[in-house]
T-cell receptor
Framework: DAMVIQNPRYQVTQFGKPVTLSCSQT?????MYWYQQKSSQAPKLLFH???????NEADTPDNFQSRRPNTSFCFLDIRSPGLGDAAMYLC???????????FGAGTRLSVL | GESVGLHLPTLSVQEGDNSIINCAYS??????FIWYKQESGKGPQFIID?????DKRQGQRVTVLLNKTVKHLSLQIAATQPGDSAVYFC????????FGAGTQVVVTP
């Protein structure tokens, strides 16, 4: 059974139209991450939550926001998607920082 | 800044042969290393990990070797199978993880 679940698997949005991607976990892990991955490049960390503490990477654009209403769920909000935001978005969880990260299947975002 | 890189973007290997995927890192404070496998359209999947107090660790058909002196680790896959075709990433941690660029492994019959 999937332990990190991302919905939807595919999302199409229009240029500038806000979009929300969701992630849920059944592992009860403390840390939840959002990554952006383009082509076969390395996943690029956008931000993470350690419990309720939000940690933004320095180079993550303000256009990307996140919410974690409880331990199980985490959301990625893209306020005004641009063509350059088309990518695979990966959610991951880990028990602690510097521990194994378990990834969801990803959401493929297309921007028209 | 710190860098994590793999030596080859694509590795073509014949079915049944052994595969070796390499990764170099720059931060000498790195203390934990993970190899992930990512199949097309899926998220990265944990394969094997190793901590800096070890230089070798074996799993099922996979072995990770760590050389801290030259800041290099490798993933060896024994008897490569078609199901091993994927992109392989190393992830290196010094308190936070950084992923390398990935090596595409193509298994040919």
């Amino acid at each position: 059974d999937a332990m990190v679940i991302q919905n939807p698997r595919y999302q199409v949005t229009q240029f500038g139209k806000p979009v929300t991607l969701s992630c849920s976990q059944t592992l009860n892990h403390n840390v939840m991450y959002w990554y952006q991955q383009k082509s076969s490049q390395a996943p690029k960390l956008l931000f993470h939550y350690y419990d309720k503490d939000f940690n933004n990477e320095a180079d993550t654009p303000d256009n990307f926001q996140s919410r974690r209403p409880n331990t199980s769920f985490c959301f990625l909000d893209i306020r005004s998607p641009g063509l350059g935001d088309a990518a695979m978005y990966l959610c991951a969880t880990s028990r602690d920082l510097a521990a194994i990260q378990y990834f969801g299947a990803g959401t493929r975002l297309s921007v028209l | 800044g710190e860098s994590v890189g793999l030596h080859l973007p694509t590795l073509s290997v014949q079915e049944g042969d052994n595969s070796i995927i390499n990764c170099a890192y720059s931060n000498s404070a790195s203390d934990y290393f993970i190899w992930y496998k990512q199949e097309s359209g899926k998220g990265p999947q944990f394969i094997i990990d190793i901590r800096s107090n070890m230089d070798k660790r074996q799993g099922q058909r996979v072995t990770v070797l760590l050389n801290k002196t030259v800041k290099h680790l490798s993933l060896q896959i024994a008897a490569t199978q078609p199901g091993d075709s994927a992109v392989y990433f190393c992830a290196v941690s010094w308190g936070k993880f950084q992923f390398g660029a990935g090596t595409q492994v193509v298994v040919t019959p």
